[in-house]
């Protein structure tokens, strides 16, 4: 019984919160026009969230990219499909790892920066200063900085799965020795423009999807470090559970 | 003062009469706990009024209904003449920036510096020119006596000179009312003495109406026209600092004189000290 009633607080929690972020997220909707307005506060969120993330995107790409060379080569080779590589490794970065992987990413450098950020603001009474000023928090500082993790997230995307070509190329062609004028005029031959658009609209939903939970949490924050720690770790967990589910329903009303 | 300061103060007829501020009446609970039972105060205009009272009685949760971050359960809380509890968010703050607060610990915005942050407000709600912006600035930092740190970021500045910067903020709009909530707190003697004279001569150089929640008596004492002392959800004695002194209340005797025990106990509610003591295991917690 008592199992019973802590699986329906439980349930009604997750919807109470669930609720809480679709009116949030309904307010950023209806302020973005006039957030686009200002374009130097998102500028400045876009460097923010993905500029500072560069490093970090092209760091993994590379690695990632690497290893796809080395397991793909592997894989490829028991069947004697060494010259696919490329073709195999750019339809499932664009499709699937680049996004994904990329969200996770961004949900750990600049997703706990934004949470911890404005949470902190909270604790320290910025945000009731600016509200006291009659300058509306959620337009000055919470807006910019959701739509610059939005337009951040499919370039970093397209960054990542560069960059991770390049990796599996260097695997591919310069330490194993596939041709690479085949390597890259295979690619060219399977992937289509349908796929680039799968992995930019990918990382959009994602962007939007990580974003949103980081500047919730943030917002939403108890005004303690206790509390800004608990959002800042919530905006990590609560991301990647929804960026692996939000894949699951695009990939299958895409496929 | 006014002359020192390089401010000029010029303040027309307003709605609200002698009072800028009027709270009637006012029921405010959190969590079902009642902060407020019927609270009545009235802030006079162009006075300096003080709200004091032991820690934890609601000073705070006051200039949170002033400025309409709360609205209260039952009464009213009327600002400028206008029902704060009414007002939808526009005419919120369209009050507001009539409304100058120093927060406690000054809340500086970390990531401009000081200069940028007594503008801000204006950036926000003026289209001006970037040299009448710059003037502006200036002549609010040299009236809180720090225009050469205009370049600092927050976290260079004192406790001190935040709150001082903070209070350059607050009149940059030349706001009709200034809210103070606790603005001695951690103070050393010298940073509470200048942030003392700044209260009383922005008050009577801009000619607006202060309210400073505060529980350092002395202070108050120097500094206030009128004071409110709050004690359970009530006002249990209102006057002139002077009157309050010779006030025959027991709760307002331990306050003004700082007694440890008395109204307010010592200690929190807790079981039989040595029943406790002895008590063996769990119960001894």
Known sequence: MKLLRELLQGMADFLGRAGAMTRFFGRLLWMTPAGLLRPRLVADQVYNAGALSLAIIMISGLFVGMVMGLQGHDLLARIGSEESLGTGAALTLLKELGPVVTALLFAGRAGTALASEIGLMRATDQLSAMDIMAVDPMKRVVLPRFLGGVISMPLLTAIFVMVSLFGVQLIGVQYFGIDRGQFWSEMRSYVELSDVREGLLKGLVFGIACSLIAVFEGYNAEPTAEGVGRATTRTVVVSAVATLVLDYIVTAILL | ?285
């Open chain 2, 1 to 285: 003062m006014g002359s020192q300061l390089g401010l000029a103060g010029s303040r027309g007829a307003v709605a609200g009469g002698d009072n800028v501020a009027v709270l009637r009446g006012v029921h405010y609970a959190v969590d079902h706990k009642p902060v407020f039972r019927g609270l009545d105060v009235e802030i006079r205009r162009g006075e300096v009024t003080a709200i004091m009272g032991p820690s934890g009685t609601g000073k705070t949760t006051l200039l949170r209904l002033i400025t309409g971050q709360i609205h209260a359960d039952a009464g009213t809380v009327e600002v400028d003449g206008q029902d704060v509890g009414r007002l939808g968010r526009r005419e919120l703050y369209a009050l507001r920036r009539r409304m100058g607060m120093l927060f406690q610990n000054g809340a500086l915005l970390t990531d401009i510096d000081v200069f940028e942050n007594v503008a801000f407000p204006l950036r926000e709600h003026a289209r001006l020119p970037e040299r009448l912006v710059r003037s502006l600035v200036l002549t609010k930092l040299h009236a809180v006596g720090l225009r050469g740190a205009a370049r600092l970021m927050p976290q260079q500045l004192s406790g001190g000179m935040a709150r001082r910067v903070a209070l350059a903020r607050a009149i940059v709009m030349d706001p009709d009312i200034l809210i103070y909530d606790e603005p001695f707190a951690g103070l050393d003697p010298i940073s509470m003495g200048v942030v003392m004279r700044l209260i009383r001569s922005l008050n009577d150089a801009l000619g607006i109406s202060s309210i400073v929640v505060s529980h350092d008596v002395r202070e108050i004492a120097l500094l206030a026209d009128q004071s409110y002392i709050l004690s359970e959800g009530q006002v249990v004695a209102s006057g002139s600092p002077r009157e309050l002194q010779d006030h025959p209340s027991p709760i307002v005797r331990q306050f003004m004189e700082g007694l440890a025990d008395g109204p307010v106990p010592f200690h929190y509610p807790a079981p039989d000290y040595y029943g406790q003591l002895l008590a063996p295991g769990e119960a001894a917690r």
